[in-house]
């Protein structure tokens, strides 16, 4: 017949303009001749909907999938339960869309409850796939060590400047017969005490952080340290 002829061509007329690489002009090409989604064939949709999912563009048949699975001439053709399937699995499912998903089976005639049940459960175990993956790959996995990190760093920068302190103290107490020792010598033993009494391995990647912090410590506490010290006058 004319309709199945004019389908045979464009089954022809889709398959030729995705070997040229012009898929995306195969919906527009197949409206032209059918002009309403609702009125393509089966074979047509199942091959719009295979080649926009395999092309990584499923969006483009949400529209037209849903018109012509909401027409209710379409229901009662043998070939509306495999093509509600594709859809569901290759355009809705994969773009999230599980309200909608859920919505068209429900809205349904054409399918008998104990498919409708069981198409139901395969959108549930998608929606619950998909919230594991989102989980996943939800960014600051390696942050929710940081404030155990930050807290680490706060006590072992609270122990050495605690330490600074004492030997502030120390210094200012002695200033006078202090200002010829080589403060930075100084410094420098106590940072590496505080590395043994710490137990820190300052070649593991992990001590870097503290490492960093502990350095910039040091020079706040140099400054400290110089500032209140003043050499006495010659000739005292």
């Known amino acids: 017949s004319f309709a199945e002829v004019k389908c045979s061509l464009c089954v022809v007329g889709i398959q030729a303009l995705a070997e040229m690489n012009r898929w995306r ?8 001749y059918y002009h309403v989604p609702e009125h393509l064939p089966p074979k047509v949709l199942e091959l719009c909907i295979l080649l926009y999912s395999k092309v990584k563009e499923p969006q483009v048949m949400l529209e037209v999938g849903s018109s012509w699975l909401g027409s209710q ?9 495999s093509l509600l399937e594709l859809y569901l699995a290759q355009v809705l499912l994969p773009l999230g869309r599980f309200g909608a998903a859920e919505e068209l089976v429900r809205g349904c005639a054409a399918v008998d409850s104990e498919r409708r049940l069981q198409l139901l459960g395969t959108i549930g175990e998608s929606r619950r796939r998909w919230a594991r ?27 050495l400047l605690t330490m600074l302190t004492l030997l502030r103290r120390a210094l200012r107490s002695m200033s006078n017969h202090f200002y010829l020792l080589p ?16 137990r820190l391995d300052p070649a593991s990647p992990t ?5 960093y912090k502990l350095v910039q410590l040091f020079r706040q506490a140099w400054a400290a340290v110089l500032s209140p010290i003043h050499r006495p006058p010659i000739g005292d």
């Open 183 to 198: 403060y930075k010598k100084m410094l420098l033993a106590t940072f590496l005490l505080y590395l043994v009494v710490v």
């Open 133 to 159: 993956r989102e989980e996943e790959t939800r960014p600051g996995a390696e942050e929710q060590q940081d404030p155990a990190t930050e807290t680490l760093l706060g006590v072992l920068s609270q122990k």
């Open 25 to 32: 002009e195969v919906l527009s090409w197949v409206l032209q």
């Open 73 to 81: 001439a379409n229901q009662s053709l043998p070939e509306f339960g």
């Open 207 to 211: 001590s870097l952080p503290f490492i």
